[in-house]
């Protein structure tokens, strides 16, 4: 019904930079909140960031100042750009979409995730 593919992990070296995207495609109305989830090996998924239709933007603490979330609505995706990585940025990073469907019913979308690991 709603896809979300997701491109742009890989390896990085700390302090590299790294571009994550995110396109939702299918049966899609509208798309309220866009964001970015991760989870480490052991941890619980966490929030990264989000950002609203309408522009506005949340971040985690660990990553402000650091990651900027941006979306196109026109093109229905959402970007994480990942400055100044650290090692514990390492994760599988999920994105998700809050969609109202052609149907009119409001749901909570993933993507498969995409790895991103910070090493040297």
């Known amino acids: 019904q709603v896809q979300l593919v997701e491109s742009g992990g890989g390896l990085v070296q700390p302090g590299g930079s790294l571009g994550l995207s995110c396109a939702a495609s299918?049966?899609?109305?509208?798309?309220?909140?866009m964001g970015w989830y991760r989870q480490a090996p052991g941890q619980q998924r966490e929030l990264v960031a989000s950002?609203?239709?309408?522009?506005?933007?949340n971040y985690a603490d660990s990553v402000k100042g650091r990651f900027t979330i941006s979306r196109d609505n026109a093109k229905n995706t959402v970007y994480l750009q990942m400055n100044s990585l650290k090692p514990e940025d390492t994760a599988v990073y999920y994105c998700?979409?809050?969609?109202?469907?052609?149907?009119?019913?409001?749901?909570?979308?993933w993507g498969q995730g995409t790895q991103v690991t910070v090493s040297s």
């Open positions: 998700n979409a809050r969609v109202v469907a052609t149907t009119l019913v409001l749901g909570d979308y």
């Open positions: 299918g049966r899609i109305f509208s798309i309220r909140a």
């Open positions: 950002i609203t239709s309408g522009g506005s933007t």
